[in-house]
């Protein structure tokens, strides 16, 4: 089944701890992006990558960190989390290196909180 | 800067009447328009999309209208079902997505 996992769906962790949000996708697809959503906001785009070694910040990259060593793994890494940082994540795939109108596959989210 | 704009965040229409969600977006660049819809503890997924050089696309129940000179798009959804209720986002492409901040969208039996 084509999809985009990530891991894990629910995080609490402490303010400074290092995290990673794993997200992996199973289409050979070049692009990938991570999105967070909050209320009244919409979906903003963290980093996104055109493909592998290649990454792009987005609207909100600081505090975050990308990397893309392999063309089916995104993982997302916050350094020092703050409580700013709450949030919905979405990672997300598509073909075409994004363009040309190829829709966004994205993950089921992970719901992050910052204490 | 928010380039793509959904200024409603939420409508209730009846089941079965038509479903009108709007989206406005600032960049003339933009070639692709998409929507989605999110269901709760899902991602969005992909429902229709619009090249900038079309002004309707439709699919089934589902139809998209891009007003150019306007910079302003339409979903419409006639008849409207329960099963349409869901957060819709408004998507514009060039070289990467930007989105609305969603409008939710309650179909009541």
């Known amino acids: 089944e084509a999809q985009v996992t990530q891991n894990p769906r629910y995080l609490i962790t402490v303010t400074g701890k290092k995290l990673t949000v794993t997200c992996s996708q199973n289409?050979?697809?070049?692009?990938m992006s991570w999105y967070r959503q909050d209320p009244g906001l919409g979906l903003r785009q963290i980093y996104y990558s055109m493909n592998v070694e290649v990454t792009d910040k987005g609207d909100v990259p600081e505090g975050y960190k990308v990397s893309r060593k392999e063309k089916r793994n995104f993982p997302l890494i916050l350094e020092s989390p703050s409580p700013n940082q709450t949030s919905l994540y979405f990672c997300?795939?598509?073909?075409?290196?994004?363009?040309?109108?190829?829709?966004?596959?994205f993950g089921n989210g992970t719901r992050l909180t910052v204490t | 800067d928010q380039q793509v704009k959904q200024n409603s965040p939420s409508l209730s229409v009846q089941e079965g009447r038509i479903s009108i969600l709007n989206c406005d977006y600032t960049n003339s660049m933009f070639d692709y328009f998409l929507w989605y819809k999110k269901y709760p503890a899902e991602g969005p997924t992909f429902l229709i999309s619009i090249s900038s050089i079309k002004d309707k696309n439709e699919d089934g129940r589902f139809t998209v209208f891009l007003n150019k000179s306007a910079k302003h798009l339409s979903l419409h959804i006639v008849p409207s079902q329960p099963g349409d209720s869901a957060v819709y986002f408004c998507g514009s492409e060039n070289n990467d997505m930007r989105f609305g901040a969603g409008t939710r969208l309650t179909v009541k039996p």
């Open positions: 997300a795939s598509s073909g075409y290196g994004g363009i040309y109108g190829s829709p966004l596959h």
């Open positions: 289409m050979n697809h070049e692009y």
